[in-house]
């Protein structure tokens, strides 16, 4: 099966040009002006006249049906990557969950089972750790092995994943010898604690408290002490969801002393704020850890973007119906699910907030959505790029078409959205996964269990830094 892409730009993260692009069965055969020309056939051809080429957007750090306070998040690896594909996003990396008491490995079956014959476009595994003992130690050189070189660790959530510094510490240990990559959600989950039980004692039990309770300086005090965990060790480190100017000037300042500390921030801290949780109980469809924080921390964020000291955007996708689900905190934020649904919307949040509101190129909007999570974690060149040998995930993308967000048209499988009634410009048309069109003009034409597992490599953090 040949398919030719014509007419098109191709935007990738070192610069763009108007080319051709010829796919052969799964992968890219070869670029160039005019190919025609030089007497090939192709079984389908695709105008992209007016469009964007750029590689399929990559979302590292999705939840599909993560088990959280007490019900799961909706999305299932069917839904999920479906509405991803929508969305311009070919590949999403979830998280994997060891439950306390069990190994790594039943959580990894886990997670294969869920995601086997359901995804309709490819995925990777993390792997959350919930107990750092030796026999999960162990594990982890296995599975880095496998193709899951990455292990989340949380100082937040006491009692249910939090580890403890010398946990933390002796992961990192770890993977100084087996070379994976420790990613920390930063926030410190036992001060917050303390904080949220105050407010729900002074009878502050609206979800607007969950924002309150969780202090920018608490996020900003565990990044610093992993970060400097990490250092000690002599390891990469992953800053996950970063939301805070207290956690970016932890970032920037380990960056500046040559540090190898990565992070990510999520298009919820870039285009909604702790304003969006007031209005009652309303509020808990916004409520996420950390928490969306004021209106002041965004424009910080999109330098950390611009500047490199925030390598690239995910979404942390984790949707809660709001009717049924959110409602179980209802008189107690601290039982709100935390999470929000995004995987649809990230590419076009970002080219719209982004390349349209005038914050950065197209070619850094290809960086952040794709290129860059490519290369952190290890599925680059096969993914994040247009280049020959590359697997054909790409995204014929009109950046002048305008869409309105809303929950009465997106295809992920949750009841509201956090964008209700947004107008963004920038839309993908045409998604390819692996030389197969999934998405063509608003209509799914891909498959159930056409998505494959990715086994990723140890990426080169050393020199990515
Ligand atoms: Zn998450």
């Known amino acids: 099966m040949r398919t030719l892409i014509t007419n098109g730009i191709i935007v990738g993260a070192e610069g763009s040009t108007a080319a051709d692009v010829l796919i052969e069965d799964e992968t890219i ?24 080429l750029i590689p399929g957007g990559i979302d590292v750090h999705t939840h ?53 014959g359901n995804a309709v476009a490819d995925y990777g595994f993390h792997m959350i750790m919930s107990d750092v003992n030796d026999d999960t130690l162990a594990e982890m050189d296995q599975l880095v092995a496998e193709g899951i070189p990455d292990f989340k660790l949380f100082t937040a959530y006491p009692g249910v994943f939090y580890s403890d510094d010398g946990a933390i510490f002796r992961a990192m240990q770890r ?6 990559l420790i990613m920390m959600h930063a926030e410190n989950g036992m001060a917050i604690d303390v904080v949220a039980a105050d407010q729900v004692a002074a009878g502050h039990t609206d ?13 900003g005090e565990a990044t ?58 309303e509020g808990a469809k916004f409520v996420c850890s950390p928490p969306l924080r004021t209106a002041d921390h965004q424009d910080e964020l999109w330098r950390g973007l611009v500047k490199d000291d925030l390598q690239l955007v995910s979404t942390d996708h984790c949707p809660f119906d709001f009717h049924g689900q959110k409602e179980l905190g209802k008189g107690d934020f601290r039982k ?3 999470g929000l649904p995004g995987v649809e919307d990230r590419v076009d949040l970002l080219h719209d907030g982004g390349v349209v509101g005038g914050r950065i190129s197209k070619e850094r909007w290809v960086e952040i959505i794709s290129t860059a999570p490519a290369k952190l974690f ?19 993308y009109d950046p002048s078409a305008k869409r309105t967000i809303s929950a009465a048209t997106h ?19 045409i998604v390819l996964s692996r030389g197969a069109v999934i998405v063509r003009d608003g209509e799914f034409t891909g498959r159930r269990g056409y998505g494959r597992f990715i086994k990723r490599s140890i990426a080169d953090h050393a020199r990515l830094a």
Not at 175 to 180: E, P
Not at 229 to 238: H, K, N, Q, S, T
Not at 244 to 262: H, I, K, P, Q, W
């Open 207 to 219: 979800p607007y408290y969950h924002g309150v309770a969780r202090y920018p300086i608490f996020e």
């Open 29 to 52: 055969a070869a670029i160039g002006s005019d190919l025609e020309s030089t007497g090939l056939t192709a079984d389908q051809s695709i105008d992209a006249a007016g469009r964007y």
């Open 224 to 281: 610093n002490r992993v970060i400097r965990l990490a250092e000690a060790a002599g390891v990469p480190v992953y800053i996950v969801h970063l939301s805070a100017r207290d956690a970016l000037e932890a970032v920037r300042a380990a960056r500046d002393r040559g540090s190898m500390t990565f992070a990510e921030t999520c298009p919820q801290y870039l285009f909604l704020s702790l304003d969006d949780m007031g209005n009652g109980f």
């Open 175 to 180: 993977t100084a010898k087996n070379g994976g």
């Open 411 to 429: 295809h992920m499988d949750v009841d509201y959205s956090c964008y209700e009634g947004r107008t963004v410009q920038g839309r993908s048309d």
């Open 336 to 338: 709100i699910p935390n």
């Open 64 to 116: 599909m049906e993560l088990p959280f306070g007490g019900t799961f998040a909706k999305d299932t690896f069917e839904t999920g990557t479906r509405a991803a594909a929508f969305g311009g996003t070919t590949t999403v990396v979830d998280f994997a969950v060891q439950s306390r008491g069990k190994s790594l490995r039943e959580g990894l079956d886990a997670w294969h089972a869920k995601a086997e």
């Open 378 to 396: 290890g599925m680059y060149p096969q993914k994040g790029a247009i280049a020959v040998g590359s697997d054909a995930d790409i995204v014929v």
